[in-house]
């Protein structure tokens, strides 16, 4: 049998069980064993060199050291070496840091013309911003912006309540909005229907031509908001009724031009109160001037 002719050849320990199963005596393979000194040798290296074992409440710190300086240069943190010191130092003096420290800053001395005019700064704000975006307004306008019906407006169009030049967005955002319409719950039965049936005709809507133009009468009493001509008062936040864009009545979900009417003459009957919180105490002000340039472009700004 094979299992005897090997078994004359190499060495065994001497032990025999069962009458013929015998132990060999191999030597271990070198690269095995000096793999093993090896991290023995490292072991005891880091040893010194980290710190490794607990003793009781404390541990052995190891003689490497490591020095933390903040932005201004002084030194926050010299001691032996940890993992914490060493986030702490990343958290600060990283490359990635630094690139970041350094946008900032560059944002904080432009103006808003050098930001929109240059890529670089652009990129940086928009990667920032984004956050930002997404901690403290995408719960109420989405994370796109695409805003909820009748709830919140939509900032990824190209229509503003309040205007869409970066003065505009940066002032929604620092001081907060209060949209207002007031309710007329006087007008009502005909009149209150033909009021909704012009206001559907100034964005084109088909809607029966004599109705409208005995609503349009009625119309005088929303013009000191929405103008005469429709299209709107950025200074007060009253939309354009003559874009085919809505942000509370519920028109392009209507289906039917009864429908429409019914989201108009209840948004005149009741009017409207909306509320945008204020955040200039929240954020810092480079934070809002990247989250304006974001919403600015976001919409195709003005
Ligand atoms: C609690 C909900 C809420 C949060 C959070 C919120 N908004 Fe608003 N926002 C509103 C409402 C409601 C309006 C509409 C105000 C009105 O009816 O005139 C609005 C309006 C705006 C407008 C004006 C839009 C226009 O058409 O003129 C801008 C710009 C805006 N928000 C930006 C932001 C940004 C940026 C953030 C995050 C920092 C944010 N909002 C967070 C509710 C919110
Ligand atoms: C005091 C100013 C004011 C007057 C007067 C006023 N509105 Fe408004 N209207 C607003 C404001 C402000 C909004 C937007 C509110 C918001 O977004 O929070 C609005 C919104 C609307 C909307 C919703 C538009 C949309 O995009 O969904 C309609 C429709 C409307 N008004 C019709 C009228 C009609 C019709 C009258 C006259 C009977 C009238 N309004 C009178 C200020 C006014």
Redesign the pocket.
């Known amino acids: 049998m094979s299992t005897n002719n090997t078994s004359k050849e190499v060495e065994t320990t001497g032990h025999v069980w069962d009458g013929d199963l015998r132990e060999y005596s191999n030597p271990l393979p070198s690269w095995w064993l000096w793999t093993f000194y090896g991290t023995i040798v490292f072991s005891l290296i880091y040893w010194v060199l980290y710190p490794t074992w607990p003793i009781g409440n404390d541990f052995t710190k190891g003689i490497k050291t490591i020095e933390v300086k903040d932005e201004q240069g002084k030194v926050i943190y010299d001691g032996h070496w940890n993992t914490r010191a060493l986030l702490l130092d990343e958290m600060r003096n990283s490359p990635a840091a630094l690139r970041q420290k350094e946008g900032i800053e560059m944002v904080k001395n432009a103006s808003y013309e050098q930001i929109l005019a240059s890529p670089e700064m652009m990129s940086f704000a928009r990667s920032m911003a984004k956050g930002l975006f997404g901690d403290y307004c995408a719960a109420c306008h989405g994370t796109g912006g695409q805003g909820v019906l009748p709830y919140f407006?939509n900032l990824a169009d190209d229509d503003w309540?309040w205007g869409g030049k970066v003065e505009n967005i940066q002032k929604a955002i620092t001081s907060g909005l209060k949209?207002?319409?007031?309710g007329?719950p006087t007008?009502q039965g005909q009149a209150l229907d033909d009021?909704a049936l012009y206001?559907l005709s100034l964005s084109g809507e088909k809607v029966d031509a004599a109705a409208a133009e005995r609503g349009k009468k009625?119309?005088a009493?929303?013009m000191?908001?929405?103008g005469a001509d429709g299209k709107g008062n950025a200074m007060?936040?009253?939309?354009n009724?003559t874009d085919k864009?809505?942000?509370?009545?519920n028109v392009p979900g209507a289906g039917s031009i009864e429908g429409m009417k019914q989201e108009?003459t209840n948004?005149?009957h009741k009017g409207?109160k909306?509320e945008m919180p204020a955040f200039g105490h929240r954020l810092k002000d480079y934070e809002i001037k990247m989250l304006t340039v974001y919403v600015h472009e976001m919409g195709g700004g003005k």
């Open positions: 407006p309540l949209g207002n319409m007031p007329f007008i009021l206001v009625g119309y009493m929303c000191g908001c929405h007060l936040g009253a939309p009724l864009v809505w942000t509370v009545a108009i948004v005149i409207i909306r």
